[in-house]
């Protein structure tokens, strides 16, 4: 299933045919309990692009990433930068709801992970920013935890180059620990930098 995956992934020539790709991709059991996929927001010519893990209650209602509470607070965080979501493309690792909100599973991550991977090189970013430890660690391929990784630029290889990335913490983890919206600042700081010297 995961050869498969990556197949019909490269197979797409655009986000349309990617999008279309998943719409028809029967291989992953998340979509048998969510309502919608969850395939992107944002503008897809923007510069920066950020990923997620995988959609809430309310993205899966609506079939759009980071519309709840975490989606509100990362609004505010790109608007205290100057970007929101016109010239900024925001998606998720895995693009359906898990049930109840639960974590992903490895095996359900790896079979999403070449769409979210496709989609980036499409998007050809920039800047790329991972939203929390599961986006960084699926897409890097690294063990780290977000603590240590977060605010270091790093290169993730797409599309036959290095994009420039950086982790930070995923807003829901801020809304639970207020305190670490400092580092995230930062964070942003160094986001906003690196697209004006671009
Ligand atoms: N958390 C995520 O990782 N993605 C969303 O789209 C919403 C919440």
Request: proline share 7%; net charge positive; charged share 25%.
């Amino acid at each position: 299933m995961i050869a498969a995956a990556r197949d019909l992934a490269a197979s797409a020539q655009s986000l349309d045919a990617l999008r279309a790709c998943l719409e028809a991709f029967d291989g992953c059991n998340l979509k048998l309990t969510a309502k919608n996929l969850v395939f992107a927001d944002g503008n897809p010519s923007a510069r920066v692009m950020f990923v997620g893990e995988a959609p809430g209650r309310d993205e899966d209602l609506q079939g759009k990433p980071f519309v709840g509470r975490s989606g509100q607070l990362l609004d505010r965080m790109l608007e205290a930068i100057g970007y929101d979501r016109s010239s900024a493309y925001i998606a998720n690792v895995v693009p359906w709801r898990p049930p109840g909100n639960r974590t992903p599973t490895p095996q359900e991550t790896e079979i999403c992970r070449p769409f979210i991977a496709r989609q980036i090189a499409l998007v050809d970013p920039d800047v790329l920013v991972f939203l929390g430890a599961a986006s960084a660690k699926t897409l890097l391929g690294v063990q780290d935890g977000i603590r240590k990784m977060r605010g270091k630029w790093m290169t993730y290889p797409a599309g036959g180059k290095e994009i420039s990335a950086i982790a930070t913490y995923h807003p829901a983890y801020l809304l639970r620990s207020p305190l670490e919206k400092r580092l995230s600042w930062r964070d942003f700081l160094a986001i906003r930098q690196s697209l004006s010297k671009q």
